[in-house]
């Protein structure tokens, strides 16, 4: 009952690190003030990992529909990421040994903006190991590498297997890896097969990513789920094939709109 705290120093910790948390606060304050409430709260979530301002009953209500991965820093957010940047600094004609080194630099600096935690710290290894696999011109093996980052992240902090975020984060990955490319080959024909091709191109085109997508990751994903928290959403397939065609398109906005 008589404890106190006696503040001995300040200031010695990383001036870099403190750099970016103070961006991210001024980031996130931005953000309060330009839009209300869930939205500010949500972009919070999406774009720098903090969760706090989204009010319960909202983040209730992602977890029972099967969208937590929305209002959180995900490895399909890093993707987009390392995706953008790689795109942009190729259009600027920038040698691939100099834009790898500073595709890999803003990725670094997004892991540690969006708290480090070990999904986002995986989805970062990962997406490095990418960029580093197409400038030596060779193809990621992506169970290869999602070995490797395991192994990597056990060696810092063993405890990280028993995360359930890590284990989602690494579950979806390998899902998607292995299941989503033949079950989006599978798909088209068997549309090319009931529809004439006028039909079945625009529907393939609509629905193959969104919803292979979801379906490769739900493969590896949902006994976690259901082992972890005790629900099964019945309509994870159609909210998530509302969401996952927008979300690059919200995230790279938010982004945007944040830095201007």
């Known amino acids: 009952q008589n404890a106190a705290v006696e503040v001995l120093s300040s200031g010695q910790g990383s001036p870099i690190y403190s750099t970016l948390l103070d961006l991210k606060a001024r980031a996130g304050d931005f953000i309060n003030r330009s839009l209300p409430e869930p939205q500010a709260g ?42 953008v940047v790689m795109g942009l600094l190729k259009r600027a004609r920038l040698r691939e040994r100099p834009a790898a080194a500073i595709g890999i630099f803003i990725i670094v600096i997004y892991t540690i903006f969006g708290g480090a935690n070990s999904a986002v710290v995986r989805a970062a290894i990962m997406s490095s190991i990418v960029v580093i696999g197409g400038v030596i011109r060779r193809k990621t093996f992506i169970p290869a590498s999602l070995a490797f980052v395991a192994i990597l992240m056990s060696m810092l902090n063993p405890t990280v297997l028993w995360d359930i975020s890590f284990q989602l984060s690494f579950f979806a990955t390998l899902g998607l890896t292995l299941f989503s490319d033949p079950l989006s080959r599978r798909f088209n024909r068997q549309m090319a097969r009931i529809f004439p091709k006028r039909v079945a191109t625009p529907i393939s085109t609509f629905l193959t990513e969104p919803l292979m997508v979801t379906v490769a990751v739900q ?30 398109q919200l995230l790279i906005l938010g982004v945007g709109a944040t830095l201007t």
């Open 42 to 83: 949500l972009l919070n979530g999406m774009l720098l990992g903090n969760q706090n301002g989204i009010a319960p009953e909202i983040e209730d209500a992602f977890s029972k529909v099967g969208a937590s991965h929305v209002v959180a820093i995900s490895g399909f957010n890093m993707v987009i990421l390392s995706g």
């Open 219 to 248: 493969i590896t994903t949902l006994p976690l789920i259901v082992l972890y928290f005790g629900r099964l959403s019945l309509v994870l397939f159609v909210v998530n094939m509302l969401i996952i065609p927008v979300q690059a």
